[in-house]
């Protein structure tokens, strides 16, 4: 895993030793929040399931309040919609702020309106994404992970079947090794964010062929 580089690209190979490129992004201003810790499991997961992963995370998601008449973008947010122009999949973990996502992720993911126009690929079309909340108490942890899959959708995003909660009053990411069942559920969305980013891949390589 890495983080992420401004204006970072590469060349994704095709093939059936493909490494897809999954991008997670989230967390809150906290400095060693629980959100920051969920999206860094959760993009070990996908590490782990063969990914090349790279994190924008916390205060580097901190961008200008979006503003589709300016087309001038801050050097964050030219980094934010470079690379998931070149994702095959992502992991989008918020905290839940008044049962629903932090102001914070929300703005990031309406840059992703800069992505509109792509050809053959507006929005996340195609792309899975792995969807995360963290609140303290279920009700805002379940609520904020339905209105990110919600989000993902009209994004043209596919959520994976698995999301995870977390729930901060009860768990502690500090020391993922005292979570066990926490960190098997992080870890489960980056693998599945991976496993269908190769099967779109393979799908894609064969229809060329």
Known sequence: MREAPPGNSQDHGRGAAVRPMVLALG???RALSTSEAAVRLAAE?????GADVHI???RDLILPIYDADNPDRAPEAERLITLTRQADGL???SPGYHGGPSGMVKNALDYFEDLRDDSGS???DGRAVGCVAVAHGWQAAVGTLHQLRQVVHALRGWPTPFGAVVNSSEVRLDDPSAAPAAVEQLHLVGQQVVEFARMRLAYREG???
């Open 91 to 93: 992991i989008i973990v």
């Open 56 to 58: 924008l995370a916390g």
């Open 45 to 49: 997961g996908a590490a782990q399931a």
């Open 207 to 209: 229809s060329r062929t």
């Open 27 to 29: 967390g809150s201003t």
């Open 122 to 124: 507006p929005y996340l």
